[in-house]
């Protein structure tokens, strides 16, 4: 029988990547992104994606609704950043964007972007009209170039 090695160190994560969507389980990926960011004394990098599917069926008829939508998020990511701020971090980042899927988006684009080690996201989420980041949480867990975690509660 192979001899266990257990003497194992923990990763101590540098750029915590956290995806918050409009949703119970995002805003549980970033209290689970802040503490790990505490723990490890990492920078927390907050990312919301405003993941629009086809926009020339919508364009003509939603242009104001995403507007509003995404000054909506984008103040939401402020809101987040004081939050991890009043938990003691001092290095957050936040980053807007969007497009069709908010996985691809955050694991392809947005996480080699700011060198993230650590990605953290909710298990599912849909929110009506919106997809979300949650949504996306199989894509990022397969194809995803550094660790994950995928907050369920």
């Known amino acids: 029988m192979a001899e266990l090695k257990l003497e194992v160190e923990p990763k ?31 920078k927390l990098v907050i990312a919301t994606v405003l993941e629009m599917g ?9 242009l104001d609704f995403i507007k509003e939508k995404r000054q909506e998020l984008e103040k939401n990511l402020e809101k987040y950043r004081q939050f991890a701020n009043d938990r003691g971090l001092t290095n957050v980042e936040v980053v807007f964007d969007d497009g ?19 990605i953290v996201v909710g298990a599912h989420s849909h929110e009506g009209f919106w997809d979300s980041i949650g949504s996306q949480a199989a894509y990022i867990a397969r194809n995803a170039k550094v660790s994950t975690l995928i907050v369920k509660d």
């Open 54 to 62: 086809d926009l020339s069926t919508i364009s003509a008829l939603h």
């Open 12 to 42: 101590q994560f540098k750029t915590i990547l956290v995806g918050v969507d409009e949703s119970e389980q995002g805003y549980n990926a970033l209290a689970n992104g802040i503490h790990q960011a505490r723990e490890d004394d990492a």
């Open 100 to 118: 069709i899927k908010a996985g691809e988006i955050l694991n392809d684009e947005i996480a080699p972007r700011v060198g993230a080690d650590l």
